[in-house]
């Protein structure tokens, strides 16, 4: 908090000059003066176009959406309501708190942007700003005598919450003796009233401290790297005991027989009782993760700085989960943390949309971004923090498991085709722009006129059916890669899904005359070759998927890389109408050896092609996805699903057996 406020100290010594004369004419003598001064002066509240500020208008949702995206610098996002223009001046600030959960839409999707704000929603929408803020307040002597006014039992909390904090005052009650106050739900807000309140909500946050940085240590003495010693957790920190051991029996032995916390060899941590791993600094800029304790057979891969389950240690390796994965990584390549010294770690929160995002902590930055996987589960509470490796298996921090839930689009056969046309794409695409463009941030000034994507709906429906790829996924993953088609390698080389970019030399990148000579190849050659096909050397299934099953496995180290795409597929489907969204029925191959996909539905029938033996994963939840489009009993009186293909055409349909798929939902 101490941050936010020094900017806005700064960025207020740059607005006072320019407070048009008529604000002071405006505010002189308002009650709330001060307040709305102050904010006028942070860059807040803003004037109109002919210099006025207006204290006594009413305050629109969109408005209110604005004061609160500057008050907390929260980064722009593009919303899906369907009511709010993505281009429109104030539609980032929607998108902003839509991503957050702070203010929500309708059940049927409309933001109301331009309807008037009442003094119920604003209580709402900041009782979630200080449940976000971890700002608890006592609410047990607030009484409200006009409860009756309020649309639901938590506005009735929320008002209280407000009113214990501070930031929203009520109104006196007629009985002069009576503890209880007004608040007047239903009332609108006014702009000197929102100022005050934001204004009171800053001042409370002046009092939340952040804790000072701890001193950075003098320097160690040097260790010899080939000896092991043991060490425990005191007043925060780990600290080694003075005795050596030259093997690492000799160390597990005392760490086993013992409170201690870890194990060092030198100055590394290889052993510790609980905690988390995450994949180290290294050359390569990501951590491999290997079926084997000799590092042999490379199953996955994971961006450095990425949290990893911990399992356990030997000698010479570390025992991980990566998505759903549980492999051997070294200890050179892998960084751990004690349970007890864990200060930030990935986690998912259903947001007030009922919207799941997805935190991710960096461990080598220490720094956080967040990004929307889509629709929570019914099993999450809001704003309720849950934990999951893989995506799918939600676990509270205690471990226990709270739900299963495969997020549609990231487990749907990319050979489901997309109902939406390519001028529908296309508007699409335009629309994305120009919300980014109305950011004003610098890399995406003239988005609309310079973006690598303008115009390909027309590709790639062409390219949908050609080669039976869905064109919406291939256009989410163009966004993901090339940030809405202006990286520097979609810019400069035509390049919109970062082919031959890797994470060792992020500046290489093949380069194509043209955009869709891009997409052409990220079909032809990795979708529709190595990736996707069955017989492919680095085939998990056709699907974005996770690093167990699909895509993300071998396409990128980011571990959520499919989930990233599905998200974006979500927001394009949502701004078109929905139309995409679970319109197909999903499953899991289950075989852990090689499975037949046939051509009728007989164990006689020709088979087209077969799954490779795959690992299963934590829970066996992850074979091979595919999209179920009929399901029959056979005369071998065993149920039989037809099934879309993973190949490439003549075959478009094929037939596995029930007993050897999973529907998931």
């Known amino acids: 908090m101490k941050k936010l406020v020094a900017i806005l100290i700064a960025l207020s010594l740059i ?22 001064r102050a904010m006028i002066e942070q860059g807040i509240i803003q004037g109109y176009n002919d210099g006025t500020v207006r204290p006594k208008d009413d305050v629109t949702r969109e408005q209110f959406a604005a004061f609160i995206v500057r008050a907390l610098e929260l980064p722009a996002a593009v919303p899906t309501y369907t009511d709010v223009n993505p281009s429109s001046a104030l539609a980032s600030a929607i998108g902003a708190l839509q991503s957050t959960g702070i203010m929500k839409g309708t059940l049927d999707n409309k933001f109301n942007p331009t309807k008037k704000i009442t003094r119920e ?83 409370l946050m002046k009092t939340v401290e952040e804790p000072e940085p701890t001193p950075e240590p003098g320097k160690p003495e040097p260790v010899d790297p080939t ?70 057979n490379e199953v996955t891969y994971t961006t450095e700085g990425r949290e990893m389950k911990y399992i356990g240690s030997g000698p010479d390796y570390v025992i991980v989960q990566v998505g759903g994965t549980v492999g051997y990584a070294k200890h050179s390549e892998v960084g751990l943390i004690p349970s007890q010294l864990i200060s930030g770690r990935d986690k998912y929160v259903k947001n007030g949309s009922e919207m799941l995002n997805h935190y991710v902590y960096d461990h080598l930055t220490k720094k956080s971004a967040f990004y929307t996987v889509g629709p929570a589960p019914q099993f999450m509470e809001r704003f309720g923090e849950y934990y999951s490796y893989d995506g799918v298996q939600f676990y509270d921090i205690n471990g226990n498991l709270k739900g299963t839930h495969f997020p549609y689009f990231q487990f749907q056969s990319v050979r489901q085709p997309t109902n939406y046309t390519a001028e529908e794409l296309d ?61 520097g390698n979609a810019m400069t080389k035509n390049n919109l899904f970062g082919i031959k970019v890797f994470d060792s030399n992020p500046e290489l990148g093949e380069k194509y005359a043209e955009p869709k000579n891009s997409v052409n190849a990220f079909v032809t050659r990795y979708i529709n070759s190595s990736y996707g096909l069955p017989t492919g050397s680095y085939a998990n299934g ?124």
């Open 227 to 296: 000896l092991y010693q043991i060490a425990s957790i005191k007043n925060g920190e780990l600290v080694k005991t003075t005795k050596t051991y030259a093997t690492y029996v000799e160390a597990e032995k005392a760490f086993a027989s013992s409170s201690v916390d870890a194990i060092y060899k030198g100055d590394d941590i290889i052993k510790i009782k609980s905690g988390i791993a995450y994949a180290d600094n290294t050359t390569k800029n990501y951590a491999s993760i290997y079926s084997n304790t000799s590092f042999s």
């Open 427 to 487: 508007s699409y695409i335009m629309s994305a722009l120009a919300a980014r463009q109305a950011t004003n941030l610098a890399k995406y000034k003239d988005a609309v006129t310079k973006s690598k994507l303008i115009g390909l709906g027309t590709y790639l429906k062409e390219m949908e059916t050609t080669y039976r790829v869905n064109a919406m996924f291939i256009l989410a993953t163009a966004i993901h890669e090339s940030d809405f088609g202006i990286s």
């Open 15 to 36: 607005i006072t000059a320019y407070i048009p004369v008529q604000a002071a004419d405006e505010l002189t003598g308002l009650t709330l003066e001060k307040e709305m």
């Open 121 to 203: 929603e604003m209580a709402i929408t900041m009782a979630r700003v200080l449940d976000q803020k971890s700002i608890t307040v006592s609410v047990d002597s607030i009484i409200v005598g006009d409860q009756n006014k309020f649309g639901s039992a938590d506005s009735i909390v929320a008002a209280k919450k407000t009113i214990a904090a501070k930031i929203i005052n009520g109104f006196a009650t007629e009985d002069k003796t009576s503890s209880a106050v007004l608040f007047k739900p239903k009332d609108l807000s006014k702009r000197d009233q929102v100022s005050a309140v934001i204004y009171r909500f800053i001042e």
């Open 542 to 665: 056709i699907v974005p998927g996770n690093k167990t099953t699909g895509f993300n496995v071998k396409y990128a180290s980011d571990p959520h890389w499919g989930s990233k795409v599905a998200g974006h597929m979500y927001t394009i489907d949502q701004s078109l109408g929905g139309r995409d969204y679970k319109q197909a029925k999903l499953a899991m191959t289950t075989a852990t050896t090689t499975q037949n996909v046939r051509a009728s539905a007989s164990t006689w029938s020709n088979i087209l092609y077969t799954y490779k033996k795959k690992d299963l994963g934590v829970g066996n939840l992850f074979g091979y996805p595919v999209v179920i489009v009929e399901t029959v009993k056979a005369a071998d009186g065993y149920e039989w699903h037809k099934v879309l293909t993973d190949t490439a055409p003549p075959s478009d349909y094929g037939w596995i057996r029930g007993d050897l798929l999973r529907i998931i939902e």
